[in-house]
């Protein structure tokens, strides 16, 4: 059975940084693409960045410059190095894995920015 485990999500004033991390059990991460999700209060869950089983990595225009996504297949776990953040990235975030078809989800872990 595969399980995703966020971790690393918290309180943190505008400009600051947190760590997401997403450790996979079941499954090896290697050949999937893997991605992080978000869903604020009141709005829709939004991808916010997807990371190829090659490396190859994407994105939303809010977060770009600011968010970077990486993955430790030695590991089983991906990460979210979250820097500048703004009052608008609080929302749950969301560990995502998809595998021949099926997608998989994590409990998902607070990050709540603001003074």
């Known amino acids: 059975q595969v399980q995703l485990v966020e971790s690393g999500g918290g309180l943190v004033q505008p400009g600051g940084s947190l760590r997401l991390s997403c450790a996979v059990s079941?499954?090896?991460?290697?050949?999937?693409?893997m991605g992080w999700y978000r869903q604020a209060a009141g709005k829709e869950r939004e991808r916010v960045s997807v990371?190829?089983?090659?490396?190859?990595?994407d994105y939303a225009d809010s977060v770009k410059g600011r968010l970077t996504i990486s993955r430790d297949n030695a590991k089983n776990t991906v990460y979210l190095q979250m820097n500048s953040l703004k009052p608008e990235d609080t929302a749950t975030y969301y560990c995502?894995?998809?595998?021949?078809?099926?997608?998989?989800w994590g409990q998902g872990t607070q990050v709540t920015v603001s003074s």
């Open positions: 995502n894995i998809g595998i021949l078809g099926h997608d998989y």
């Open positions: 079941g499954s090896s991460i290697s050949l999937y693409r």
């Open positions: 990371i190829t089983g090659g490396g190859h990595t």
